[in-house]
RNA sequence: CGCGGGGUAGAGCAGUUUGGUAGCUCGUCGGGCUCAUAACCCGGAGGUCGUGGGUUCAAGUCCCACCCCCGCAA
């Protein structure tokens, strides 16, 4: 089949490098626009594109593809288009110009945590199951019927941005089996339930603010949540103190009490039960253990976090 | 040329303003104490102070260049 592919992070990777693979034919790789990126403000080309120019691939980066991309698109005349975190929506125009459709490659497993962070938001809730789900895509956003599921019970110690990585990887297989069954006729779409949906919204910097009457398993959730992105901190200092790794604790004190401080890490009383924070960054230094950490930065039992 | 922080023992840091033979916490090795211990006491090993130049009687500390790491902003 020739297969146009539309993603931009690294989580659409795998799924782009898995179509390379396969004996179908990539004709073209939609990605978004290389944007000023890192220190010095260098543009910078998402990770989908650097893949596919390594394979001489011909990339489209339009602004919006259903504004300026639609004519490029129905050019590659593709039978499929597959979509992995692309970031942008697609109109019915461009949806109509794959002869089979447009599969996409959903990371939660829906209807559950609809919308662009799908993982974090799994994490942030405490979700025992995560997963991946393949879906033709419809003209809603991540509406369109189910094709292929993998769940997998949640490592509660993984942060964002590796259970990303772990599901980037899920997701690449699931759809060289997705497209597999959509070509033998095994795999056969299945509505949502809408009465069991959710959609989850974009994660927004403020949401790193970290509120110590919360459980000490929802303060734990939410700093791997957020990690790598927008990242949970406290006033520290001059700047914050980036919280990067932590888990529920035993312990209890007045919320934002610091009640342990060593070699343990810095257990934090919350609302309830407490949060070991195993791992964090202060403000010009790098990512490190919690325990390292404080053998040059002690901080005592009692102080208080914001 | 977007703004800024930092590179000193295995780890995390202080020391740089006022140049003068390198220090703290932890780890590690050996010994001691203890029913016992992530406890305590004693002792030891371990550092070309990011790299290359320069100034100086003397440079971690001052000057110049370069490399690497990180935060903000996007």
Not at 1 to 23: N, R
Not at 173 to 199: C, F, H, N
Not at 259 to 281: D, F, M, N, P, Y
Request: charged share 20%.
């Amino acid at each position: 089949m020739k297969i146009v592919f539309m993603g931009t992070p690294d989580f659409a990777v795998p799924s782009l490098q898995a179509l390379i693979d396969s004996p179908h034919e990539v004709v073209g790789v939609f990605t978004q626009p290389d944007r000023p990126k890192g220190r010095g403000g260098k543009v910078q080309a998402s990770p989908v594109k650097q893949l596919a120019v390594r394979h001489g691939i011909p990339v489209f980066q339009p602004e919006r593809i259903r504004r300026d991309g639609v004519e490029d698109l129905r050019g590659l005349a593709p039978d499929l288009c597959v979509t992995a975190a692309f970031g942008q929506i697609l109109s019915q125009e461009v949806l109509d110009i794959p002869r089979l459709g447009t599969v996409n490659v959903h990371a939660s497993l829906l209807p559950r945590h609809r919308g662009s962070a799908p993982i974090a938001w799994a994490i942030l809730q405490g979700d025992a199951e995560v997963g991946v789900t393949t879906m033709l895509t419809d003209k809603g956003i991540d509406t369109g019927a189910m094709l292929l599921k993998k769940s997998l019970p949640r490592d509660p110690a993984m942060t964002c941005g590796e259970l990303t990585e772990v599901l980037s990887r899920v997701g690449a297989s699931l759809l060289m089996e997705t497209l597999a069954g959509l070509e033998d006729g095994t795999v056969k779409p299945v509505p949502q339930d809408e009465s069991r949906m959710t959609y989850d919204p974009m994660l927004k910097k403020e949401m790193g603010e970290i509120d110590w009457t919360q459980s000490g398993e929802a303060v734990a959730n939410r700093i791997l949540a957020l990690n790598p992105w927008p990242g949970c901190s406290v006033p520290w200092g001059e700047g914050r103190l980036k919280l990067l790794r932590a888990a529920a604790a035993e312990g209890a004190g007045q919320p934002g009490e610091v009640i342990a401080s060593g070699k343990t890490g810095l257990v934090v009383a919350c609302g309830e039960g407490a949060v070991a924070v195993t791992q964090l960054q202060a403000p010009g230094g790098k990512a490190m253990a919690a325990a390292d950490y404080l053998r040059g930065h002690p901080i005592p039992v009692g102080t208080r976090l914001a």
